[in-house]
Each structure stands twice: as C-alpha cells, then as structure tokens.
C-alpha cells in the first residue's frame, strides 16, 4: 500500500510560484500513477494533473495548462507539482493522489474517484 504526504504549500501573491511535493511510501513511483487534484471551499474536488505509471506523459485541467508542471524523481520517491503564474481562483487545498491499480504505463487518469490513496492535503493561497 502506498503512502502520499504532500508539502509546500503557502500564501503568495498573484503571479508568484510555488512547488507542491508528494512524497510516496510504501511503493515505488513506477508502480502507480500520480495525481493531483484541489479543492476551493464550496466546491467539489477537481482533477489539476496528472502523469502516466511510465512518467513519459502528464496531462493537466485546461485552468492551469501552461502554468503548471507534473514531474517526478524517481531516487526519492517523490512527485512535484510547480505552480507559476498563480492566481487567487488557484486558491485551495491541494491533494497529491495514486492509483495503484494500473493496466496501461501510458494512460492518464482523471476522475477523483479512480484514484485510491490520498495525502492529506497542502493550503495554497494566492493573495490579489
């Protein structure tokens, strides 16, 4: 069984950057798929990005497409999320996610309810 512990989260002004970490226990990072979703106060959970088992591909929600970055390092064990260009509508807490039932090294996975190991969330707030 995996374990997912998330960290960097924080305030920051409009326009800066900030890298969220997953650090991952229990199984290694080719193993499972990694994930990162978000959730604002009064909405529901929503899909941010996400990488394939084989790490050769990511995808992201078309609200943070050419802002934010899915990577991993593989020698520890851990999945990063950088955040540039941020906005106050990208504030939420922030969840790092696995699915380790995987098929297919290069399929992405979208849908909160695929994944089946959580962290327990980072705050990200972006002040105006």
Known sequence: QVQLVESGGGLVQAGGSLRLSCAASGRTLSSFC???FRQAPGKEREF???MSRSGGRGDYADSVKGRFTISRDNA???VYLQMNSLKPEDTAVYYCAGKTTV???S???YNANEYDTW???TQVTVSS
Do not use: E, M
């Open 34 to 36: 990694p994930g990162w």
């Open 119 to 121: 962290g327990q969330g």
């Open 103 to 105: 098929f297919s090294p």
């Open 48 to 50: 941010v990005a996400g």
């Open 76 to 78: 520890k064990n851990t």
């Open 107 to 109: 399929r992405v996975y």
